[in-house]
């Protein structure tokens, strides 16, 4: 039986390595979204960094990369693609690789690296992430964690909603769940009816919205569009099926 765990922020990516758990990292506003998207649309690979500054570096390095993120929700100067899963079209991502790094998301990921398997999730992909985590978890014997990113090392309500849709999807097996991991499932089934409008109610969905962004939560809310399902490697994110 499979013991699911819930990390709520950044920095408790640390617990999950330390347990040598499979690792789902979650950051529906936008991360995670956004790379399921870019991959979905043809990137060849993502690259997460923790800084803007160590993005610019590294594109220096490689100028044949793209530099991509965000601070306080808007694109850095010099950067090509902001945050935004909408801007990564197939015409413009295709081929490419990616240097990514947003406020919260990235620095998860980076802290997830120790572990053997990091999957990249969010709504956009919870069929898809949840059935690769569980059988990846099964096939190491070991325990799996749902890593959220949270908001500036704080708890965040999408991600933990979005949590609880992996719960219910991981109750259709037999599975040990910790008590925050199926409260966010009891979270998640009480507002399924109203998904959309629960998540708006949090602050950084509000804080999207406020600067033209509404568009962005409405996208990232949308229940396994992509089958898709991103695994970190080393120092690069690319589809699963493409390194297993």
């Known amino acids: 039986?499979?013991?699911?765990?819930?990390?709520?922020?950044?920095?408790?990516a640390e617990k999950a390595v330390k347990r040598k758990d499979v690792i789902i990292v979650i950051d529906v506003l936008r991360c995670t979204s956004t790379i399921i998207t870019a991959l979905a649309n043809g990137a060849k690979g993502i690259i997460p960094v923790?800084?803007?500054?160590?993005?610019?570096?590294?594109?220096?390095?490689?100028?044949?990369?793209?530099?991509?993120?965000?601070?306080?929700?808007?694109?850095?100067?010099?950067?090509?693609f902001g945050n935004s899963p909408l801007e990564f079209h197939p015409t413009e991502v295709d081929g490419k690789n990616i240097i990514l790094t947003t406020t919260n998301g990235t620095k998860t990921l980076c802290n997830s690296k120790g572990a053997k398997f990091v999957f990249i999730g969010a709504f956009l992909n919870i069929n898809a992430v949840t059935?690769?985590?569980?059988?990846?978890?099964?096939?190491?014997?070991c325990g799996l964690s749902l890593v959220?990113?949270?908001?500036?090392?704080k708890f965040s309500l999408e991600d933990y909603l979005c949590a609880g849709a992996?719960?219910?999807?991981?109750?259709?097996?037999k599975i040990d769940a910790s008590d925050a991991a199926f409260a966010s499932l009891l979270t998640f089934q009480q507002v399924y009816d109203s998904l959309i409008n629960s998540i708006f109610q949090g602050?950084?969905?509000?804080?999207?919205?406020?600067?033209?962004?509404?568009?962005?939560?409405?996208?990232?809310?949308?229940?396994?569009?992509?089958?898709?399902?991103?695994?970190?490697?080393?120092?690069?994110?690319?589809?699963?099926?493409?390194?297993?």
């Open 148 to 153: 959220l990113s949270g908001k500036q090392g």
């Open 131 to 141: 059935d690769t985590a569980l059988k990846s978890a099964k096939r190491e014997n």
């Open 166 to 173: 992996m719960l219910e999807r991981f109750t259709l097996h």
């Open 50 to 80: 923790k800084t803007v500054e160590e993005a610019r570096k590294i594109h220096q390095q490689y100028p044949y990369t793209v530099l991509a993120g965000e601070r306080k929700g808007i694109k850095p100067r010099g950067f090509y």
């Open 203 to 244: 602050h950084h969905a509000q804080y999207l919205k406020s600067i033209g962004l509404e568009e962005d939560v409405r996208f990232c809310c949308k229940q396994n569009k992509y089958k898709l399902v991103p695994y970190l490697k080393g120092e690069i994110i690319t589809p699963f099926k493409k390194v297993r």
């Open 1 to 12: 039986m499979i013991k699911i765990n819930l990390e709520f922020t950044a920095k408790d």
